[in-house]
């Protein structure tokens, strides 16, 4: 009986249309997610907030367990669908995102982002959006609240504040004969050849890497700078003469095994500290989160940031909000002026994260936590990075430059000469 | 006869045409690609560069370092992987329960994600790691820890070791199967002839196994060519791009800068190295 | 003599197996320890108090049986593509003369020599294109043509190992190619398909470029990108990492224990013969 080869087709035909049918169906759910998602349900609007808490993080967890569902309660027609991605992916996926409208609502920016996302027109100008801005504005510390500012109008609301300051290991200092945290860079020069002396193989110092985050507070302390004042050239302020002096003497140290933290097998600064592998470290506030988890027998001792010819200048770190949303921007603006009210201000503050709201700052709860102080202490002194777009670029020229000073024997005036010619190239486009 | 034609085709069709809509649609493409300036900040309005893009492949110091470091990756985790992966299915090559067991060992690294595999060897060759614990600590072979993951040379043989190690029991797999087709009269012969072990590996295995080798080979060559979580996560190419290998490289210039012309003529060149290295296999397996 | 050979090769084989599994237990023994003792110096073996804290912290924190079930999903989703298409086009290859035969067959093993990481962003683009964004459909199309030359290749090595002689007999009997193909050459093939499964698995298991760049939804993700988010910003909790991690690789190792003794038969008559 011979079949019709024909039909005999017509099966696997059908199956594979049917398969087809389905994945055209299937991208429709999706289609439009950050979109119209509220012609699906009466007037329930779901805004998506990307995030860079780490999962199973206490900050997350406050996030999803605590703050999330309070305002919707509060709110009741608006949901909040967070997604946390690692910090990195989150710049790509919003420039990825960027590019083919695919973005989320709200997002947490690190504080060197705004301008960035500023520049491909993707965050909205909440000054000229929203009428209750300045009042809302007020709330906040000055420093964090400059940083959302790009031009004439504030991109971001400030999110959370942070800096670095001195931690040190007082029985080590002990062991090596000194009473005190340095206060000077000179003085934490001296200290680092004493400590070294006391323990062979553990280092006076530890920085984690060699990126802008780690080494301009040492240059800004000492007089030099990346750029000038107008954020127009690098020449004359990177391979200054006191740029070339402090980054010399880092490597002296270097060289000389008291410092270390940055080559790729390095022990890992924050743990090293607090297993007397670094004598001193320069830190967040997380690693006393980390201590906590982690350490809870170390005794963690801070100090401030040494002070070098122009005072102890700390990097202003931070995280931003922002809004992308185009559908959903009134919703946005009451989550985010939620997330910088005070009672979400302090509930993050209680896991770690320095509020930038100032009743937050002025509570009771906010005011015990001991380990805030001196953080709060130095930020007043903190600078932050040059606002311009192309500062994500910088910072790798910035890197590879003293990757390639410290872990090799070149002469440095030279390579911040070369450095220095690179961004002024960059700025120039 | 016509019949036959017709259905062969049409069996090929779907699975040709979903295979060319999704793997050499964007291939092509790619190709495209570099010949403009194609960057994120542009996506919309790309300029027509012609072989700008190639032509800075060629001036790009890093390009020759990653080709080298690729290439040094190849000559040592190749070999490494295929005749360890050899000896040890040699040895396995029984019925046994005590075979069996040694073999699902060999092969657990295969089934490791590269990701875990990088993470863990990273952890073993930190400077406070295992490793050096057992050389400096315990055995006492050196005196100073070794940095193995900060200086390029070291690194790369740290990277080459995780590609050994992750490759054996692959290479161990392929090599089984096509021992247990080597007729046993061969090496019965051979006995009476009063050959020994190596005697025998050398005129009987080897020549029965050829053309697995030879697949091997190929196969282990070009997983050699696309070796890049291991590198990503454990030096991240560094220090200073010291120890990129191609595809890193090309990842950082499409995804960290976003340039991404330049960084489909970089996965071109490579493409094109790759596919002559390919092809100088194939002529040379033909003579032999 | 024979003894001593015997013995030293079971020594060199058994270093072997430990340095082949050493680092897995190393794995798991940070994945039992508490925080405190990761970069405890010397590093111990054995966790002095172990935990299984980082175990259930890496499957409660962010809803991890859904991205395992995700990874499930999605790997059998891609193998439904996969073979149904990969062993038309091997039997095709297999069987029958026709135009573009080795045309078309060269440019599917040439496409084995391409890294999928190149070919990103223009897929990336062609899935934005075709409204697949932030779709199970997105990964499970890319991954299946990813894996199409490979497999390719093994079933057709394989299929041509079955003897003509069925084919002439099907066809005397009134059957088409298509009876040939679903109920003579397939059935026989099952040997084949099985390291074809395995290698497959262990690409789309674990891949974490492509899906990081177009799966935005959470509920979406797969278990690498689960397991990247557990590193922090400034800091890692790598028993958690670890534990995930083992959680992750534990349906392989399953799925290989099963599958090992159709392996080493599968292999036999696909690849090697070629």
């Known amino acids: 009986m011979k079949t019709n080869r024909f039909s005999e087709w017509l099966s696997p035909m059908i199956f594979i249309l049917i398969i087809a049918l389905l994945a055209a169906c299937g991208n429709n759910e999706n289609a439009g997610q950050t979109a119209a998602s509220d012609n699906n349900k009466g007037k329930d609007v779901t805004l998506t907030f990307w995030h860079h808490y780490s999962s199973a993080s206490p900050e997350e967890k406050v996030l999803t367990d605590v703050l999330i569902p309070k305002f919707e309660s509060e709110n009741p027609g608006i949901k909040v669908n967070a997604v946390a991605f690692p910090w990195d992916e989150l710049h790509k996926k919003i420039q990825i995102g960027g590019s083919v409208n695919e973005l989320p609502d709200v997002a947490r920016l690190d504080i ?42 504030y991109y971001a609301l400030p999110l959370n504040t942070n800096t670095k300051v001195m931690f040190w290991n007082k029985e080590w200092f002990e062991q090596a004969g000194l009473s005190a945290a340095p206060a000077t860079t000179d003085e934490f020069f001296e200290a680092l050849g004493k400590l070294k002396a006391t323990n062979g193989n553990g280092w006076g110092f530890g920085e984690p890497a060699l990126q802008g985050w780690n080494i301009l507070p040492w240059i800004w302390s000492n007089g030099g700078d990346v750029l000038s004042p107008e954020f127009d050239t690098a020449k004359g302020y990177l391979n200054s003469a006191e740029t070339v002096n402090i980054i010399t003497k880092l490597r002296d140290k270097y060289n000389a095994g008291e410092l270390s933290g940055f080559k790729q097998g390095d022990i890992p600064v924050t743990e090293g500290h607090a297993n007397s592998t670094y004598a001193m470290m320069v830190e967040g506030p997380w690693a006393f989160a980390q201590f906590q988890s982690q350490f809870q027998d170390f005794n963690a001792m801070t100090a401030s940031f040494p002070a070098g010819s122009a005072g102890s200048v700390q990097v202003l770190g931070g995280e931003d909000i922002g809004i992308f949303s185009k559908a959903h ?8 002026k939620f997330l910088t009210s005070e009672y979400a201000q302090v509930e993050m503050g209680r896991v770690g994260q320095i509020p930038v709201n100032l009743q937050a700052i002025e509570h009771a709860d906010i005011k015990a936590i001991d380990y805030f102080t001196p953080f709060l202490e130095q930020l007043k002194t903190a600078k932050a990075r040059p606002p311009i777009a192309q500062w994500p670029q910088i910072d790798t020229i910035l890197s590879d430059t ?27 486009k | 006869m016509k019949q036959q034609k017709w259905s062969g085709v049409l069996f090929l069709l779907p699975g040709f045409l979903f295979f060319c809509l999704f793997l050499i649609y964007p291939l092509l493409r ?9 960057k994120l900040s542009n996506i919309n309005h790309t300029v027509y560069v012609g072989l700008e893009n190639y032509a800075r492949v060629i001036e790009d110091p890093i390009f020759w370092i990653s080709l080298k470091n690729i290439i040094i990756y190849g000559l040592i985790s190749v070999p490494g ?7 040890v299915a040699y040895a396995l090559n029984a019925s046994t329960k005590s075979s069996k ?153 499409a995804f960290t800068e976003y340039d991404l012309g330049y960084a489909s003529a970089l996965s071109y060149t490579f493409a094109a190295i790759i596919a002559v290295l390919t092809f100088i296999q194939f002529k040379i397996n033909k003579l032999n | 003599m024979e003894f001593l050979k015997k013995t030293t090769t079971a020594i060199a084989l058994t270093i072997g197996a430990i340095i082949s599994i050493y680092p897995l237990i190393f794995m798991i023994s940070t994945a039992l320890q508490p925080a405190t003792f990761l970069f405890e110096y010397p590093p111990k073996l054995f966790p002095s108090e172990p935990t299984f804290q980082n175990f259930i912290q890496a499957w409660t924190s962010q809803s991890f049986s859904v991205y395992l079930g995700n990874s499930v999903l999605v790997t059998l989703l891609s193998f439904v593509f996969l073979f149904v298409f990969s062993s038309t086009m091997a039997f095709a290859y297999s069987r029958f003369e026709f135009k573009g035969k080795n045309l078309s067959f060269s ?49 057709k090595g394989f299929f041509d190992t079955i003897t003509k002689d069925i084919d002439e007999s099907v066809y005397m009997d009134g059957g088409s ?47 690498p990108i689960a397991l990247a988010t557990f590193q922090g910003q400034y800091t890692t909790q790598w028993g958690i990492v670890f534990a995930g991690s083992l959680i992750a690789v534990l349906p392989l190792i399953i799925l290989f224990i099963f599958l090992q003794r159709y392996f080493i038969a599968g292999m036999t008559a696909g690849a090697v013969k070629g």
């Open chain 1, 112 to 153: 060197i982002w705004v301008p960035e996302f500023q520049a491909t027109d993707l965050l909205v100008a909440l000054d000229e959006e929203f009428s209750d801005f300045a009042e809302v504005s007020k709330n906040f510390l000055e420093g964090p609240t400059s940083t959302a500012k790009v031009g004439d109008h």
């Open chain 1, 329 to 336: 921007k009134q919703e946005s603006w009451e989550f985010i």
């Open chain 1, 402 to 428: 003293m990757s390639i000073i410290f872990l090799s024997d070149r002469d440095v005036q030279a390579e911040l000469d070369a450095a220095a010619d690179k961004i002024d190239a960059l700025l120039k």
């Open chain 2, 30 to 38: 790619n190709f495209l690609y570099s010949f403009y300036d194609f």
């Open chain 2, 81 to 87: 992987q295929m005749i360890l992966g050899f000896i």
């Open chain 2, 101 to 253: 067991i040694f073999r699902t060992f060999y092969f657990l690294p295969v089934v490791t994600s590269w990701v875990v595999a990088s993470l863990i060897f990273k952890f073993i060759f930190t400077d406070q790691g295992l490793l050096n614990y057992l050389i400096t600590d315990v055995l006492h072979l050196t005196e100073s820890r070794i940095s193995w993951l900060s200086e390029p040379a070291k690194a790369l043989s740290v990277i080459s070791m995780l590609g050994i190690w992750k490759g054996v029991g692959w290479a161990m797999v392929i090599y089984l199967a096509a021992l247990q087709n080597v007729p046993k009269e061969l090496y019965e012969s051979a006995d009476l002839d009063g050959s020994n072990t190596w005697q025998k590996i050398r005129y009987i295995t080897l020549p029965s196994i050829k053309f697995t080798t030879f697949f091997v080979q190929i196969m282990l060559i070009i997983g050699a060519f696309n070796v890049f979580t291991s590198i990503f996560l454990i030096t991240k190419g560094g220090p200073v791009h010291q120890t990129e290998v191609m595809l890193t490289w090309m990842y950082s210039k």
């Open chain 3, 107 to 155: 440019i599917i093993m040439a496409a084995l020599v391409i890294p999928s990481l190149t070919l990103i962003i223009p897929q990336f683009i062609l899935i934005n294109k075709l409204g697949l964004f932030d779709s199970y459909w997105g990964l499970v199309f890319v991954y299946a043509a990813g894996a199409i030359p490979f497999t390719t290749f093994l079933l």
């Open chain 3, 177 to 223: 190619s298509l009876r040939l193909f679903i109920s003579i050459i397939l059935p026989l093939s099952k040997p084949a398909f099985v390291p074809a499964i395995i290698f497959n698995m262990l690409t789309i298991w674990e891949e974490f470029p492509w899906a990081l760049t177009i799966i935005n939804d959470p509920l979406k993700r797969t278990l």
